[in-house]
């Protein structure tokens, strides 16, 4: 799952980029979302487009490996785009470009952010208990995942994964997932003893300290302000 | 199964904000829906399901267009309103790392939420009545093609028009079902068609569009029932109180 | 009454009807003791404990910590209280590392500046400041140990309980743990209850031990004591610590050895009684 | 070529960029033999395994199995190697017993009748035939990891490879896996591959050590060989057993005593320098 790859991205990434707080990155990353809804200026979208693409460079972060998740929105709106050929070619180069930079911009932000900081910036909005739940999921996730991957494994080892055996897989997958599912239930009793004993009360998961600015903020801050200063100017 | 995935910046604003007071209307009831004591044990079991959910879309299944989403199966064991919940946690971590747009999530929340609400009522009601298993998969097969309908009646109702795909992922494991969408009026500039024209255009993409998704869609129901119930009847041959526990809490809340 | 924990033959049903039963001897801790309890799998270690902690009711018999009921005290009580679970992955909540320490604090309503202070006391104490920012999951398993036991240190509970708290553990990582585990007892005062099923670790950390099999306590001693009594290790799953086994082997030979606890002891011994062979001749 | 496994100078490379490398002496592994790989967590254990399984494929080095490279000839060695994880919870797959031992047959489109006999012979060879309908859930740890091993044992592969198979057992589980991996050793020359932390059992299991430390492959030998170099083991952060220790600690104090493997050996060496140092005055 791509959601591991990132999050260990995000977690030893070492760039400027990395170092500037989630606020600073989500004001940016907001600011690119408005401007791709918004704007309907070509010269101005491929420039920021270049601007997150760049910056997802200089953030160390392995174009090749996520080239997928970029190609993926674009080839959808490309196809789009292009059967809208005859009437407009302007129009089919925004549809591609809006989506292309708008996944660039997500991608800028969760491969060079820890998810737990922006759980932290969105509990600001969020009820406490939804806030509570997106934490416990991140937690839980990784734990499952080691657990999936042996299953995968054994089923591998076991010959009971074959790309092309449909019935095989749709069995092998539904005893996996079953048993998966019965430790993950037992699992949660567990914690919630765990949450008992050490006084639950919901919103308490997260500490306070979601912000603290830093010089390293001014790069997204900086960077958020070129966009909004270039589409008041065209 | 009734997932859009528009990328961002190609749907009309008014869509995805209406969506999100839409979500944001629902995920305010959902948390007064729970009462206190339910938060402080079930929130573990929240944050679990949620995370399994997420893992059961990564499953592959072979050349299937289709992935598991299992909401109906988080709704029974978790309740109707935490099942909500659910469906959000799992749709922002979906948008997060980029699969589908994050504009579309409110919208995405909604058709989501409303599988788990009837899909979690049609179980609680069919439960008394009949085995567990036809319970589970009738409760299933029956949100699932609402929320399709529903999903269906959103990309009609947004009138933008549509292409539908099929496309597999670029990893080659997995594929699924694809929207690509756009909003005519954003372009007018660059859009020279009459009115009448335009209209008879988006009739025949959504017409197109029905008759693309609606035979994936079956498919993908047919195969989330077969696995909401697999994994139900499972539960209930090794651990039947995970279940009926549930019980007690629809005694209790209704 | 000075007893930090006393139980007297339990008994408990869980929700799927199986019984556990827990008689025999009274488990009594003293405090400041350092108590393992050695037994097999599914011997009813972590039933005692989980009664401990309060969070399991008996249906028959008396269990009582720092002199309260566990249950009914269950609020005073989880304050004064640390509990480390097996599995370490369940218990470690906070989203970083410092966020999970900081989470009983803060559930006390503890003042921030007050909580950064006894968050950073713990974790530089364990040697594990540096980890503080970092996120659980890539965290090794000796690692997340230490987080768990912060998490249940930081309030400087006066009962201290751990379950098979060794388990899945390299040999380094083992006796770093042991190590905190004796700190924490010297300098706090700490009483400590574990439970294991390593009965060669028994020497270096515990100076209370019971034998528990299939729901009876059969013995309690200090580790020397419980030594001597081999055929009920072996009637309880147990091995004797190898040297043990050697000694008494030895013994039975008719040589004047007692039950050495660790390797220096057993050298000693044997050296002086090489030497006194000699010197008797 | 009649190596059951060689591997040269590996290193790999996991898609989070951390690099893994294992180098120094070949790992060599020959027909029937029982081979222990020794080495602290996260030293390279795991990955060796992965490698010889097929389920990675090496950036460089060398790694050929039953003659072949486990990656090409993932299909067909497959069939011809079993493996059993360190934690069983997560390869145990089938709804009963029965089901998961039968999980590989099955895939391979074994007809029933021979299935049926198969898993049988397998289940009652390990003593476990009475619980082939039992829920895996309910088990013990022990009794799971029996099961998992009937699991790999039950196409009689060549070799059997095996992670941590004593990780978590109480002594009595941990003698009876010991019994019957020597039995199938014995009985269909079944290569064993496994790895451990745990350098005091080497003694009943293994007639070959590797000694890793941080992708170093540092030793190799029989037991004896091995414990005759308590630097090396310290070095990979291992201690060496116990009976090692007291015996080179009193090989120091000029007693003529060579290092004992076992209990036995380690109590007539101590019984006739005590008699010879009588004899000699």
């Known amino acids: 799952m791509h959601l591991a790859d990132i999050d260990y991205l995000a977690f030893q990434g070492n760039s400027l980029w990395h170092k500037a707080s989630a606020l600073s990155k989500l004001f940016f990353t907001l600011v690119i979302i408005c401007v791709v809804v918004i704007s309907r200026e070509l010269p101005l979208l491929l420039f920021t487009l270049a601007l997150t693409l760049a910056l997802l460079v200089l953030a160390g972060v392995p174009l090749r490996s996520f080239c997928h998740l970029l190609l993926y929105p674009a080839l959808f709106a490309s196809i789009f785009a292009f059967s809208r050929l005859g009437t407009s070619w302007v129009g089919a180069a925004l549809v591609l470009v809006k989506s292309l930079t708008a996944a660039t911009a997500l991608i800028l932000l969760i491969t060079t952010t820890c998810i737990p900081a922006i759980f932290g910036c969105l509990r600001l909005l969020l009820p406490p208990l939804i806030a509570d739940a997106l934490l416990l999921t991140y937690r839980s996730f990784f734990t499952l995942l080691g657990q999936l991957g042996s299953f995968m494994t054994a089923l591998r080892l076991k010959g009971g994964y074959a790309p092309l055996k449909i019935m095989l897989n749709l069995r092998s997958a539904a005893g996996a997932l079953g048993v998966l599912l019965i430790h993950s239930l037992e699992a949660s009793e567990r914690m919630h003893r765990v949450l008992v004993l050490r006084g639950y009360r919901p919103g308490i998961i997260f500490a306070g300290k979601w912000y603290r600015p830093t010089w390293y903020d001014l790069g997204p801050v900086l960077g958020a302000l070129v966009v909004l200063f270039g589409a008041v100017l065209v | 199964m009734s997932h859009l995935h528009i990328p961002d910046g190609v749907i009309a604003p008014v869509w995805f904000i209406c969506g999100y007071l839409g979500m944001a209307a629902l995920l305010t009831l959902a948390v007064r829906q729970v009462s206190r004591e339910e938060v402080a044990s079930k929130i573990p079991r929240l944050g679990v399901l949620s995370a399994f959910m997420l893992l059961a879309m990564n499953i592959p299944l072979g050349f299937i267009p289709t992935h598991l989403n299992l909401t109906v199966l988080a709704a029974i064991l978790l309740g109707p309103w935490l099942g909500v919940i659910a469906v959000f946690v799992v749709n922002l971590l979906l948008a997060l790392v980029g699969h589908g747009g994050i504009t579309v999530m409110g919208l995405n929340v909604l058709v989501l939420s409303s599988e788990a609400l009837l899909g979690y009522y049609l179980f609680a009601a069919l439960r008394q009545r009949v085995r567990l298993e036809l319970a589970t998969a009738t409760a299933t097969v029956v949100a699932l093609t609402a929320s399709l309908a529903l999903m269906i009646g959103i990309v009609g109702l947004t009138q933008i028009d549509l292409l539908w795909l099929l496309q597999e992922h670029q990893h080659g494991q997995e594929a699924e079902t694809q929207t690509a969408a756009t909003m005519a009026p954003q372009i007018e500039g660059d859009v020279q068609e009459s009115e009448a024209e335009g209209r008879h255009s988006q009739h025949t993409s959504l017409n197109r569009f029905v008759m693309l998704v609606v035979p994936i869609g079956m498919v993908g129901i047919v195969l989330e029932a077969i696995a909401v119930t697999l994994l139900t009847s499972f539960i209930l041959k090794v651990r039947p109180d995970l279940i009926a526990c549930q019980d007690r809490q629809t005694e209790k809340g209704e | ?281």
Request: with cysteine.
């Open chain 3, 1 to 281: 009454m000075n007893e930090t924990v006393r139980v007297k033959c339990l008994r408990h049903i869980y929700p799927d009807k199986t019984e556990v039963k827990l008689c025999g001897l009274d488990f009594v801790v003293y405090p400041g003791e350092k108590v393992m309890v050695l037994g097999p799998n599914g011997s009813g270690k972590t039933t005692l404990l989980a009664h401990l902690t309060g969070l399991l009711r008996p249906v028959e018999g008396e269990v009582r910590v720092l002199g309260a009921d566990p249950v009914k005290a269950f609020n005073t009580l989880r304050r004064r209280v640390g509990v480390v679970f097996q599995n370490v992955d369940e218990q470690i909540i906070g989203p970083t590392v410092w966020d999970d320490v900081a989470f009983a604090l803060r559930n006390y309503g503890f003042k921030a500046s007050q909580i950064e202070e006894m968050v950073a006391a713990i974790l530089q104490e364990m040697g594990i400041f540096h980890l503080k920012d970092k996120i659980p999951h890539y965290l090794s398993g000796g690692e997340k140990k230490k987080v768990a036991l912060a998490g249940a240190m930081v309030m400087r509970p006066e009962l201290l309980i751990m379950d098979e708290p060794f388990d899945g553990l390299d040999p380094a990582a083992k006796k770093e743990i042991i190590g905190l585990l004796g700190k924490f007892n010297r300098e706090y005062g700490t009483t400590i209850v574990m439970t294991s099923h390593d009965i060669n670790l028994v020497p270096y950390i515990a100076d209370s031990v019971y034998i528990i099999s299939k729901g009876m306590i059969l013995l309690h001693g200090n580790p020397r004591e419980v030594f001597a009594h081999p055929e009920v290790l072996r009637q309880a799953n147990l091995e004797p610590p190898l040297l043990v086994e050697l000694f008494s082997a030895l013994a039975r030979e008719g040589l004047p050895l007692d039950i050495p606890l660790t390797l220096e002891e057993a050298r000693l011994q044997l050296l002086q009684v090489i030497t006194s062979t000699k010197t008797a001749i």
